[in-house]
């Protein structure tokens, strides 16, 4: 009989990833999924389909039924214009009521998947695990409390928890990186600052590597692991790696900091009395201003998680499936 494994989130990007490769090494998988999504590309994998909604705790019960390992994939992340309070219904409420579901079927293990966005803006690069908690949104804000309430949630019951933080997620299949291989492709692509922050991000594929340790490893119980790739890098060689990937020019032009951001405040305060979102804002700007680069030796030391693809690689990758589906 193959073990019996869920995956949330299965819809979306990394979800998908997951469970394609979950279901390779021979899992019966089964996936959480909102009514009205188009399944046919799980059904074609054999993936077995619940629909359910992690916000009604009713809808969970036959997702977990004789499931050995659940992993808690499913966020609200990219959605825009959506209510804040949907960000906690979703990644602190539906996650209780998944753990909750998941200790009454007597689920084995709980991977939960957190973000390294749980610890905002970093002070001293790279950060591990123990860096403090700083979240800058109310994104990240949800996941901090979803975090921690698996963790203490692992303490008090009888299930086996492990929690990973993702570094920035890329490849194929993804969007939210899109506009800036976007920018730097079309030319209109220019360096705000000096460029010497760091940049971190995860190519997908290696990720899900990381993820099934996580659920397979005993190693791995009790313990929360940074997962990303091998490699940080500033950004401004990492604009150059991305013009590199796409065959174009490598941006040169730069625009000092300070005068954007005192458009962004002018910005900010123009737009707040009329309740309408800034075109420029100083949180926009953190992409150029701040430091992501995080230690993934603990993930290495105790999962032997070992990411294969190397930035420049992964980010040819996704170019060139970004502009096989006409995207670029
Ligand atoms: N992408 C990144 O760079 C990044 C970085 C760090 C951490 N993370 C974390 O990684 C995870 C996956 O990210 P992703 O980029 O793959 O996200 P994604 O593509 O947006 O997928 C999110 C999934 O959650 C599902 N979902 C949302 N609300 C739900 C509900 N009420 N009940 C059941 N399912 C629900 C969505 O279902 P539908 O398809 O039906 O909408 C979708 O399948 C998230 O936990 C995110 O916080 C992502």
Known sequence: ?????????????????????????????KALSLPNQDKSRLEKLGVEVIIGDLTKKDTLSAAVEQVDTVYHIAAIFRE???????????????????????????????VHCSTVGVQGEIKNPPADEAAPYNPGDYYQQSKVEGEQLALKFFKENEIEGVVFRPVGIYGPGDT?????????????????????????LTFVKDLVEGIILCGEKPEAVGEVFTLGGNEY?????????????????????????????????ICEYACYPFRIKPPLYRRRLEFFTNDRAFDISKAKRILGYNPKVPLKEGLKITADWYREQGML
């Open 1 to 29: 009989m193959k073990k019996k494994v869920l995956v949330t989130g299965a819809t979306g990007f990394t979800g998908g990833y997951l469970a394609e490769e979950l279901v390779k090494k021979g899992y019966h998988v």
């Open 80 to 110: 825009q214009d959506v209510p804040h309070q949907l960000f906690f219904d979703v990644n602190v409420g539906g996650t209780k009521n998944l753990l909750e579901a998941s200790v009454d079927a007597k689920v084995r293990r709980f």
């Open 176 to 200: 939210r990186f899109l506009k800036i291989f976007k920018f730097v492709h079309s030319g209109k692509f220019r360096m705000i600052g000096n460029g010497n922050v760091l940049y971190h």
């Open 233 to 265: 890098v500033t950004l401004t060689e990492f604009i150059k790696l991305l013009a590199e990937a796409m065959n174009v020019p490598v941006p040169k032009k730069h625009v000092p900091l300070w005068p954007v951001w005192v458009a962004a405040v």
